[in-house]
């Protein structure tokens, strides 16, 4: 009994990632299974209470994820500005295209579902970015004129929310638009000493701020 409701479970989070969550049917899972309705009617009410458990898992796996994968956080070496940047590429290598639509229309057809699972993550989410700008705002690379708590709020949100809905449309190069938001943000937060580090040592991935002449208008003498 457990093995076909983790059977059910692995096979819809899968189809859930490569098609989306509106896209795909209770039948489609388990005919992709090669089960009834009824058997999987047993397990599962209704697709959003199987959306519901997906997310538990995913909500779970994520946290150990993070813990495992974002070690290098601790190294002293690194600054804040290297430790955004080599994360970035760590969610760049991982994620895909077709996890980005799962989560866009999380946000948008199961909302309730969403804020639900995402209260957790997030307040953990913010804890390691009020972090991160402390330890930035320390090394002397991030604006010291800013509210941390309110800054941290909108980078959160930059990403969670920001990034699904612009990685949806059709075309889209995740990595460049990923890379995009990155640079957004890493502008807003360096003061002069930050953004010199950054270019130095990242121009090569993102390319400097390009100034426009201003031309001044003569005045028209009456």
Excluded at 96 to 106: A, Q, R, V
Aim: proline content about 3%; aromatic content about 12%.
């Amino acid at each position: 009994m457990a093995d076909i409701k983790e059977q059910i479970l692995e096979t819809s989070t899968r189809l859930f990632m490569k098609y989306g969550l509106r896209s795909v049917t209770i039948d489609d899972i388990c005919n992709e299974l090669r089960i009834s309705k009824k058997t999987f009617y047993n397990y599962f009410r209704q697709k959003e209470e199987l959306i519901e458990s997906i997310m538990e898992s995913y909500c779970e796996q994520h946290q150990n994820e993070h813990k495992k994968n974002h070690s290098f956080t601790d190294d002293p070496s690194l600054n804040a500005i290297d430790i955004v940047v080599k994360a970035s590429q760590f969610w760049i290598d991982k994620e895909n295209k077709e996890s980005m639509t799962f989560f866009y229309d999380l946000m948008k057809y199961y909302p309730e579902i969403n804020t639900r699972m995402y209260a957790k993550m997030d307040e953990d989410a913010l804890l390691s970015i009020k972090k991160w700008l402390q330890n930035g705002i320390d090394e002397g690379i991030i604006r010291t004129d800013t509210d941390i708590d309110l800054l941290s709020t909108y980078l959160n949100n930059h990403f969670r929310k920001g990034l699904p809905d612009l990685l949806n449309k059709p075309g889209t190069d995740i990595v460049k638009t990923f890379q995009f938001l990155l640079d957004c943000c890493i502008r807003i937060i360096v003061n002069e000493n930050g953004y010199q580090y950054y270019q130095e040592k990242y121009k090569n991935n993102y390319p400097p701020l390009k100034t426009t002449k201003t031309t001044k208008t003569k005045k028209t003498q009456k």
